[in-house]
């Protein structure tokens, strides 16, 4: 079977990570996180020393290296070189990924790495924009959604197994707002491709929408 180019997009909480990974492991692709990318960025930042402003950021951008590699079983993040898959898991990164993530420089830059990556084959990325913007010539596109109150839900039970005191109306609330944004914002809006396969997740187990996944890229 050809290395593929598989693309996942959808709304939050639709499970886009959770079956991407599994997929992944099963055909022995890699799976490019493209959280753990603005990670990557964050982590060289705090790096510097420096206070963390725009221009800084900018700068770091403007000539890093970000690369992901299966490895062993697991997707591995390396930064220039250096292998940096745990080290990005620390709360001081997280407070800074956030703010990556908004600079549209920093979008640009890893938009232009995420297509190098997918040059090599064999990738499964998932994301708001993937199929429509990142890769619009994936060999599979998918659009992955759920009910509102699936999301919710899932969204919700995740919370409460961490130790939150959450409602599950607010989570519900957060999610269409969430929505709302992703699907109006100017750039990359959150839409389905004309040519995806639209995958309903509501009823249906995590092992059922793999196997649906894992059809669609052996055809």
């Known amino acids: 079977m050809n290395k593929k180019i598989v693309a996942v997009d959808g709304p939050a909480g ?8 599994i ?15 603005y990670r990557a960025v964050a982590y060289k930042v705090l790096r510097q020393g420096k206070p963390v402003t725009e221009q800084l950021i900018t700068d770091i951008v403007r000539d890093i290296d970000i690369d992901l590699q299966y490895v062993d ?3 591995k993040v390396f930064v220039d070189g250096e292998e940096i898959t745990g080290e990005i898991r620390t709360p001081e990164v997280s407070s800074i990924a956030s703010k990556v993530a908004t600079i549209g420089f920093v979008r640009e ?4 790495l995420q297509r190098k990556m997918a040059t090599r084959g064999g990738v499964i990325m998932d994301g708001r924009d993937i199929a429509t913007h990142v890769l619009p010539n994936a060999d599979v596109k998918i659009f992955l959604t759920a009910s509102i109150e699936e999301r919710a839900r899932r969204r919700y039970d995740e919370l409460k197994a961490k130790g939150y005191d959450i409602n599950l109306d ?8 969430r929505d709302k944004q992703d699907t109006e914002r100017e750039i990359a809006p959150l839409i389905k491709a004309e040519d995806a396969v ?17 059809n669609l890229c052996r055809k």
């Open 14 to 21: 639709a499970g886009k990570s959770t079956v991407s990974k």
């Open 23 to 37: 997929v992944a492991q099963k055909l022995g692709y890699t799976y490019i996180d493209t959280g753990a990318m």
């Open 73 to 75: 079983g697991v997707t």
């Open 109 to 112: 830059k890893l938009t232009e």
């Open 170 to 177: 607010e989570v519900a609330k957060e999610i269409a707002l």
């Open 198 to 214: 639209l995958l309903d997740t509501t009823n249906k187990t995590i092992d059922e929408v793999v196997d649906d996944i894992l």
